[in-house]
């Protein structure tokens, strides 16, 4: 009889089913046979019990950021059957009314802190007292870590701050975090963070400091902007925001004292922007700037069916390029600008950075904004000429400045100088000179470092900035702000600043202040930032770095 198809099947498997059963047997029996396998043993690596965070330092050795114990005090609420005594026993110690202190202890359920930092020379009297009126277990008084910034204000929202868990908010400190605070190593008992030596230098740092005080003392500004670069390599010596605020008394510091102007806050720059509208006319070569332009006051060109009229605060006669910087001429900027070709014009700007971003190290990179020309209006090419209708940061401004120079070269910006182990000495980063582009030849650059030369002479813009001895070109700058409620500039706010190259023929030192909205006597950026550049420059000369002429060093 016939055997089915299924019957042939199940036979199949099941002599698959027995052969698969013997090996196992077989198997089993050489592992006995065999004996027991010892598994691997793991044990918990040795990692370090103590991070110490990396220090800061200015580029002269001074320490902006260290790492500090300090010691707190802190109360056992539920231990605690009497807080008014409690608190009257506490209160010499920790510089508090006892009234503070039970005000202080009602916003926690257990474990209150009463003082985050009390004073070094109070804690061995406390700690004598709490064992001598066997307050144990009720007070406690604990020592940690923390980061103290002793210069305080200066530079505060460049280095910016760490949380209570020792891991870094704002500035380098976050930026940095990573450098700064390892994860605990292998085989250390203690791993150290590295230490990080920025460009700054402290010394500059002040200076800028102390003339943004004076200008919010006599022109109470929104804000205010001051920047050092040096124009041979790049390096950020100075760079300060007003209104700042104590690093080590963070928890009074508001958002807006916390902004690092300079280089987050965007604005329309004004007549400022012109030397880079002349660099973009000059280089591009299409306009006619050696027919002098005739200055009445105004200037009118038509942008489509309308015509547009720009006004300049006087009228400036007969204006060539180095004129035209030195009085600041709208008309003739906008004339040159409009006889350019708008694709090539925007070209250059772009290339002077002004629509990119600088990674200098800090959290957040502003990007420079120049709508393209495909989406300007009739008008949009005159506008950017004279510094509107575009939005820049301090940072930008003067680090386009770099390319003023007599090279042309356009330079990255730096604000770290080098980051070293503190155990080795090892340095594990340097920054080096870098050059973004060759963008200005030498021709170009002499014409524009003349006529902010000439700014600085009688008739110019800029004579307030002048210091004897030094000579120095100067740009200043008057600007509208846009409304952004009324998208109008009639009833908007004022930019004054000034830009300023140290000295003329081979700059060492680029300078840059603003101030916005200031509602003082003036409103002008040669009377705010103007005498300010005076004032920072006669500091790098009492510094020493800076020399006037006829000085003899020996």
């Known amino acids: 009889m016939a055997t089915s198809q299924n019957h042939s099947y199940i036979r199949f498997f099941t002599v698959i089913m027995l052969l698969a059963l013997g090996i196992f047997i077989v198997r089993l029996a050489f592992l006995m046979l065999e004996g027991p396998v010892v598994g691997k043993i793991y044990e918990d690596p040795v990692v370090a019990q103590r991070v110490v965070r990396g220090t800061i330092y200015d580029r002269n050795g001074k320490i902006l950021a260290i790492q500090t114990p300090y010691w707190g005090v802190y109360l056992h609420l539920n231990a605690i059957q009497d807080l008014k005594k409690i608190s009257e026993f506490l209160a010499p110690y920790v510089q508090m009314t006892p009234q503070q202190i039970q005000e202080k202890a009602s916003h926690y359920t257990t474990y ?16 004598k007292a709490v064992d001598e009126n066997k307050l144990r277990g009720q007070i406690n008084v604990e020592k940690r870590l923390g980061r103290t910034y002793p210069a305080q204000f200066h530079a505060s929202q460049t280095l910016g701050f760490i949380n209570t868990d020792q891991e870094g908010i704002e500035g380098i400190e976050l930026s940095q975090e990573s450098v700064l605070n390892p994860y605990p190593r292998l085989g250390e008992t203690t791993t150290y963070g590295q230490d990080i030596q920025l460009t700054l230098d402290l010394d500059i740092q002040y200076a800028l400091d102390v003339q943004l005080q004076s200008i919010s003392e006599i022109h109470d500004p929104d804000y205010a902007i001051a920047l050092v670069l040096d124009a041979k390599n790049g390096d950020i010596l100075g760079m300060s925001s007003y209104p700042w605020y104590d690093v080590n008394k963070l928890s009074t510091s508001t ?106 190290g800090l959290p957040s990179k502003a990007k420079g904004q120049i709508a393209p020309p495909s989406a300007w209006s009739g008008r949009s090419e005159a506008t950017i000429a004279f510094g509107q209708e575009l939005l820049t940061t301090a940072l930008h401004l003067a680090v386009a400045a770099t390319a003023l120079g007599p090279s042309g070269e356009l330079l990255q910006p730096h604000l770290i100088l080098s980051r070293t182990d503190p155990v080795t000495k090892q340095v594990t980063y340097q920054r080096s ?7 200005l030849n030498p021709e170009v650059t002499a ?87 005076k004032s920072i420059v006669q500091t790098l000369v009492s510094q020493g770095k800076l020399v006037t002429k006829g000085t003899v060093v020996r």
């Open 112 to 127: 209150a802190q009463i003082k985050e930092k009390i004073d070094d020379r109070m804690v061995e009297p406390l700690l």
């Open 433 to 439: 000179r870098t050059v973004i582009s060759q963008l």
């Open 255 to 360: 958002a807006q004292e916390r902004l690092n102007h300079a280089v987050n806050f965007l604005y329309e720059p004004g007549s400022v922007f012109k030397l880079f509208s002349l660099a973009s006319v000059l280089k591009n070569g299409q306009a006619k700037v050696d027919e002098l332009f005739d200055c009445d006051g105004s200037y009118s060109f038509m942008a489509g069916n309308s015509k547009v009229t720009i006004n300049c605060t006087s009228a400036h006669g007969k204006v060539d390029p180095v004129t035209m910087i030195a009085k600041s001429c709208n008309g003739a900027i906008v004339h040159w600008a409009m006889q350019t070709d708008p694709e090539a014009f925007y070209s250059v700007l772009k290339d002077f950075g002004f629509t990119s971003s600088y990674d200098i």
């Open 447 to 533: 014409i524009i470092r003349k006529g902010m030369h000439a700014a600085t002479q009688e008739g110019g813009t800029g004579t307030l900035a002048q210091v004897e001895g030094i000579d120095m070109g100067i740009k200043t700058g008057t600007a509208q702000l846009l409304n952004p409620q009324t998208n109008s500039y009639e009833d908007g706010t004022v930019l004054a600043s000034s830009l300023a190259l140290v000295p003329i023929d081979n700059p060492r030192y680029i300078i840059y202040v603003a101030a916005g909205n200031p509602k003082g006597a003036s409103i002008w950026g040669s009377n705010i930032a103007g005498p300010a550049i």
